[in-house]
């Protein structure tokens, strides 16, 4: 039997309130250049959904009027594909914040899926602009990657990693950092990030000459794509009992929407990329609160919203966007 999240919180009575609001990760589009087996955002190339240039204004003015936000996050879908990523990436590297990019490492080879438009532009790009990479490889063998992500995607990878590697990405003393993410195949817990992040960098040095930064390890999300993929082989329930037996007290302190704000493409706010995919957004009168309603003193006084999901983010050594939190 399952507990109620909210109900598990209140009975270890652990601080859940937000700490402060340092990162704010915008979901750019939902359009990808893959469709994983995983993805609990459902993003595709079929997908046409994106954020406004006005949103975008919105978030740089809200940079310009409170210095505690240091992380920008972007994400998707497959953030590139966005119309304005160079110019906004650009802009909030002139505002001396930190970028991060969710970089799925073969969109630099696949056309864009609208305009055809060729990205093999983006690792220079990267490197002109010192943006943070952090990629998903969900194994350093071929066969389990391509069974996650799609034939071919893990050779395409591997090219991606090697020209980073040659500009400087995932080298010790060039600043410029280069982490991937191990997401399990399948209703299973990740391993230990350490253990993990250890075979993947002997792996791939010895395979392919591959540096890189860190490996972070996350859990899959029992929503969208990947839950439907559960119900279809019987294993949800199973995977939810996984997560709730494996609670961990000291992951539940640190989960990161404690410091953090997710933004949807719609520019609706959320506590977490997560909540964001279950429409579990903010209202003021029953209507949604967007980028446009909001400062960040009142939202990191906020209430986090919480659903048995998020014994995704709190077992074992728990899950964030930067891996395990023990």
């Known amino acids: 039997m399952i507990t109620d999240f909210s109900t598990k919180i209140e009975n270890t009575k652990i601080d859940f309130s937000p700490k402060t609001i340092d990162t704010l990760q915008l979901n750019l589009t939902k359009m990808c250049n893959q469709a994983c087996t995983h993805c609990h955002v459902d993003s595709s190339p079929r997908r046409r959904e994106a954020m406004s240039r006005g949103l975008l204004e919105r978030a740089l003015a809200l940079l310009e009027a409170d210095t505690r936000v240091s992380t920008i996050d972007l994400t998707g879908g497959a953030p590139e594909l966005h119309p304005d990523f160079k110019w906004f990436s650009s802009e909030v590297s002139r505002l001396r914040r930190r970028v991060i990019v969710r970089h799925n490492l073969t969109v630099t080879w696949d056309p864009h899926p609208l305009t055809g438009e060729s990205m093999e532009y983006l690792p220079e790009f990267f490197r002109e602009h010192r943006v943070e990479i952090v990629s998903s490889l969900p194994y350093y063998q071929e ?20 020209v980073l590697n040659q500009l400087g990405y995932g080298k010790l003393d060039t600043g410029l950092t280069l982490d991937l993410v191990y997401n399990p195949v399948g209703p299973f817990l990740p391993a230990s990030q350490k253990s993990l992040e250890n075979d993947y960098k002997r792996e791939l040095k010895q395979k392919f000459d591959i540096e890189f930064s860190k490996l972070y390890a996350i859990t899959n999300m029992p929503i969208n794509r990947f839950a439907y993929q559960l119900k279809k082989l019987g294993s949800f329930e199973e995977y939810m009992e996984k997560l709730h037996g494996a609670f961990n007290l000291g992951a539940a302190e640190s989960v990161m929407c404690r410091n953090m704000l997710s933004v949807g493409y719609d520019g609706r706010v959320f506590d977490c990329d997560f909540n964001q ?22 939202f990191s006084k906020r209430k986090i919203q919480v659903a048995n999901h998020c014994y995704g983010c709190t077992a ?11």
């Open 277 to 298: 995919m279950l429409n579990m957004d903010f209202k003021k009168n029953e209507k949604p609160l967007t980028l446009f309603d909001i400062d960040f003193e009142t």
């Open 143 to 162: 066969y389990f990657t391509d069974r996650q992500r799609g034939d071919g995607v893990f050779q395409k990878s591997i090219k991606s990693l090697q």
């Open 316 to 326: 074992g050594e728990g899950s964030s966007c930067g891996g395990s939190l023990i």
